[in-house]
């Protein structure tokens, strides 16, 4: 079974800095698919940036971008010049398909990310 | 656009009631749904999906059955609720084509009491 795993509980950065969240998962398949998502305190979850892993170039949307290591497993979010809306809970997830239809989501544990003034 | 709805917000139930909760998604057809629930401070926990009208696939054995009477509609339901089942559910929906992305609506926070 795939398993996401979020080494970091909580983190906090300054406005305008830089932050990387780490994430790392286990499985056996060679064609996946990888997300972070943030959860605001409003509970609604938004994505944040998607990787497919047989792509080697590494995601970028605006001030995130992913470090993706398929060998080892990791896939780490950075957030540049970093916005007091960035505080959220972030998710890793990982992504593969069932049956041709269905789609197997695993989710990390999350790590609650603080933007400090 | 699609939108993704789920109803009601906010519920507080008496344990052994029974529960419903409906998720509905416009501007789209055919698409995959999902039910998570995540407890305070935690994860996603999948507990059913399902690629089409009357299928559904359980995750995770319990109390909560799902069950998908039109192609975007998808009700979570319980016939005696316990207070293990107190959470804040989220319903998602993808296209269902390889890689697609899971696009989640607002939640239900429920109470068991």
């Known amino acids: 079974a795939q398993t996401v795993t979020q080494s970091q509980p909580e983190m906090s950065v300054q406005e305008a800095e830089t932050v990387t969240l780490s994430c790392t998962y286990d499985?056996?398949?060679?064609?996946?698919?990888l997300f972070w998502y943030k959860q605001p305190p409003s509970r609604q979850m938004i994505l944040v940036i998607r990787?497919?892993?047989?792509?080697?170039q590494n995601a970028t949307e605006n001030r995130f971008s992913v470090n993706f290591q398929k060998a080892a497993k990791s896939f780490s979010l950075k957030i540049s010049d970093s916005q007091l809306g960035d505080t959220a809970m972030y998710f890793c997830?990982?992504?593969?398909?069932?049956?041709?239809?269905?789609?197997?989501?695993?989710f990390g544990p999350g790590t609650r990310l603080s933007v400090l003034p | 656009s699609q939108t993704i709805h789920q109803w009601p917000a906010t519920l507080v139930q008496p344990v052994g009631s029974p529960l419903s909760l409906e998720c509905t998604v416009e501007?789209?057809?055919?698409?995959?749904l999902y039910w998570y629930r995540q407890a305070a401070g935690r994860g996603l926990q999948l507990l059913f999906y399902?690629?089409?009208?009357?299928?559904i696939s359980s995750e995770v054995p319990q109390n909560l059955s799902a069950s998908r009477p039109q192609d975007r509609q998808f009700i979570l339901s319980s016939k005696k609720l316990l207070l293990s089942d107190s959470g804040f559910y989220l319903c998602?929906?993808?296209?269902?084509?390889?890689?697609?992305?899971?696009?989640f609506g607002p939640g239900t926070r429920l109470t068991v009491l």
């Open positions: 499985t056996s398949e060679n064609n996946y698919y």
């Open positions: 501007g789209t057809s055919n698409p995959n």
């Open positions: 998602a929906w993808s296209p269902g084509a390889r890689g697609d992305t899971q696009y």
């Open positions: 997830a990982f992504m593969k398909m069932v049956d041709n239809y269905g789609q197997n989501f695993v």
């Open positions: 990787q497919e892993a047989y792509k080697q």
């Open positions: 399902s690629v089409g009208i009357g299928q």
